[in-house]
């Protein structure tokens, strides 16, 4: 193993046919190089009178905004692109966790690297820690197609497969149009949101475009009221409305049922999940056989205002 | 493995390849990494030994009521490719399989109707797999006629229930009273869509009326109603076209039941089968977690198919539901049954006639 002090003039950075990693922050990594100097070389190979980061990208990067005028280097003597590359893969999967993004990189890079299916599939998904099936497999390498935009989403965001998968199903545009909406959602609501836009969007025959630009989609985006965050919380709920119209109404006439009555305080009063069964539940809490025997009274008498049945009409079929 | 079943299935495939395959685990495994392992499995025949039960209870819902219908795991999987099919989840593997050792089945059959005599029984082949769909090959059908002639005197109903119109070994063995050959009906347009490989439903209902004809009992399964643009014209005119051409007093009984799966095979569906659109109407967790429609949404359906039926055969056929709640019962049926053991009653007495 070699290993030399290189003119980072001489490194070409423009060459990123190893680089897995495009977004990162540098100020930790400058902070400590400035302060006790880089520890752990980077790997370069010389292609074409060339001298291309292997490994060690952020460091490189890091100690050419501090302006150092050279860095010591582990010079690799691989001489295919796929044995270097394997260098990096090591170097990164043995070191830290890596994002969605970095593992999808990693693979399209293989792929152009030469590596067949068969082996992405059996031999890498698996490295990667990724199931190792087709269906994994393509879902990353068109989340390596992906725009900037979408990568530093997923990147950022620690996007999970499953969020990925509906990701993917979108175009650029429609991702471009959607992703506003996902910074400020959960997991889990960002894939229902982008679920409903495609159910949506199939049920109606519909373009995605033309769900987003529904009047009162538009109305909450121009909003000058909202935050970002309540901007999200709302077109999911729109969404959520359009997806489900006969259980969002069935809830809507629920809800209006419960607020006309009067009921005691502390009662929670819900509906059967999705309205599947004929049963409402009413919930509270008790400290003593008073207090209990008090809230049963309270509820005997809201069932003597005959208003119990109307409740139970709001969601009945009949 | 040598079995006659074996033997009479290399006979009939004996211009396919065959391959004795000690241990399947590398076969499984590059089905497991193809682009559609559960298509994949569909193109390879496997012939084993069943080496636990075959008979088993029903995979019945909890919340919902059952009909205490057993399934006999004769062959698992199916060559056809419907979309909604819950096996694409439930089997462990996507081969077509045929457990050959039919002396077991036949050894667990007596001493299952010996345990329950007395007591009548519904049961049939068709719940993992279709029964009659590989019949050219198995002739599996003959078998089970020739056995079921041999107990005319056991309260139980075998049913061999199919999408297909593989009658040809039917029509050539004797009959059994104690067979009933079932089809599985959908709308003509949801036929096309997620049947994939089954002949038209009209197709269907003319085997049913050739098996009628020739003396066999049939049953019928409006299973899984779909709902889409048009559902209502769709399953009239199939109603419409099934009692113009079946009479009341041959039909067994039918089975309504709407699209129901578990939360998991939607992600199946959307992969496999990109343009079909079932996955979008309201579909909301039952009681059971599987998705099925909106309850008022179901309801519609099953008050407008149950009222066609009745319109044509008022109440000269046994309709009853599969995996509904005992409210369903009540406002289509008008009548809502105690339990699983009242529905096993009504549709395991005797016929007249």
Redesign the interface.
Known sequence: MKYEDVALERIAFDDSRFRISFFFGLSELKRSIAEIGLINPPAVVLRSNRIVVVAGWKRAEACRRLSFPSIPCRILEEPSDLQAFHISLHDNIMTRELSICERAEILKKLQDFGVGEETLVTGYLPLLGIPATRIHLEAHLAAASFDSESKEFIHEENTPYPVLACLIGLSRSERKSVLPFLRHLGRNKQKELVEHLMEISRRDSVSIMSVLSAPEIETVIRSHFFSEQQKAERVRAILRRKRYPALTATTDSFLAAVKSIAWPENIAVEPPPFFESEDVSVKFSFRSSEEFGKKVEELKAVADEGRISSLLKSFSDD | MSYPLTDRILSNLAHIASEIVPDSTALLEAI????D?IGEGKKILCITKQKGGFIKPCPCTS?YLGCNYFIVNADLNCPLDCTYCILQLYLSDSLITVHANTEDLWEQLDRFLRMNRGRGLRMGTGELGDSLALDHITGRSRDFIAYFRKRSSDQVFFELKTKTVNIENLMESPLSDRIIIAWSLNSEQMARQEEIGAPTVRKRIEAAREVVRKGFRVAFHFDPVIRYAGWEMGYEEIIDTLFTSIPADRIAWISLGSLRFPPHLK?IIR?RFPRS?I????L????DGKL?Y????R?KMYRHIASCIKRAVRNRVRLYFCME?G?MWR?VLLKEPKGKEEIENYLSLPFEG
Request: glycine share 8%; charged share 45%; hydrophobic share 25%.
């Open positions: 497991g990494r193809a682009t392992p919340h992600a992969k659109r996955t979008d109407e309201e909301v967790r039952g009681e099925r909106f309850k008022p949404l309801l709640s409210e406002k």
